[in-house]
């Protein structure tokens, strides 16, 4: 299978090559986006231009704007090509990131949960490869719980926890339930960033987060904790950025699976 993984550089984060109508291009690997998230002057590059139909869309922020659409009538990744992919549009600016190293975010696009539902997805640490290839089920069996992303069921203290995993932040964020069973908490400023908004705010965090994950131990550091984790059920009391994968292998099909 072809290795789709960018090598492409941005804080922790995955990145993969796309081609849409014989144009490449980065998308970031975002199983906390709904649905596929394009820039403008991508859409311009492929000769494409916006639908009248606009959708109302949040980030974890909570901020909800309207978005312009596009219909995109392929997009090629690795060994598949997604056809018929409706996607959001949003401008340049959005996308203008910075990590702590000076890096200049890589991606004009987000690949979003709509996509990446629908295949099945292997990622190697050691080969710095991630594949991609078709499922043994179908999106249309996509249960309840994950219709808006991965949930997996970490053990913390001996209890089991339901989170989704958001592979388009780099840190774990907790629900406010935290509070009341967790040690030591401190405060620190830190930076909220989403499509299309970016806010500086004191907020409590633990510095050292250590959970139990099919068999293998996950120690997290910085985890912020929020008081609303927006666009969440009431049952999800995190939401696990991709330090919660990182240095592993993995399997995605529909659902995480650590390789040993």
Not at 67 to 72: E, G
Not at 152 to 175: K, M, N, Q, W
Not at 212 to 217: D, E, H, S
Request: charged share 25%; with cysteine; hydrophobic share 40%.
């Amino acid at each position: 299978m072809i290795n789709c993984l960018s090598s492409s550089k941005f804080a922790n984060l995955l990145f993969v090559n796309v081609q849409i109508e014989n144009v490449n291009a980065i998308a970031l690997f975002d199983t906390g986006a709904g649905m596929t998230v394009i820039s403008k002057s991508l859409l311009h590059r492929f000769c494409a231009v916006p639908e009248k139909e606009t959708l109302r869309a949040g980030n974890n922020n909570g901020m909800v704007r309207e978005f312009q659409t596009a219909a995109i009538p392929g997009i090629r990744i690795g060994d598949i090509c997604v056809e018929k992919c409706k996607v959001l549009v949003t401008d340049d600016a959005d996308f203008a990131h910075s990590d702590e190293s000076g890096r200049i975010f890589p991606a004009e696009m987000l690949l979003g949960w709509d996509v990446i539902s629908r295949y099945r997805w292997s990622y190697s640490t050691k080969d710095e490869s991630l594949s991609v290839s078709l499922p043994e089920r179908t999106a249309e069996h996509l249960s309840p719980e994950i219709k808006h992303g991965p949930v997996v069921s970490p053990e913390y203290a001996g209890r089991c926890f339901s989170a989704r995993v958001d592979t388009g932040h780099t840190g774990s964020i907790l629900s406010a339930s935290w509070y009341s069973r967790l040690p030591d908490i401190h405060y620190h400023e830190t930076e909220i960033a989403g499509v299309g908004t970016s806010q500086y705010k004191r907020i409590p965090y633990v510095r050292e987060l250590q959970l139990r994950f099919q068999n293998q131990t996950i120690t997290l550091q910085d985890v912020d904790i929020c008081d609303k984790l927006y666009g969440q059920s009431e049952e999800i009391e995190a939401l696990l950025g991709y330090d919660f994968l990182e240095s592993r292998d993995w399997l995605l099909e529909q659902a995480f699976r650590l390789l040993p």
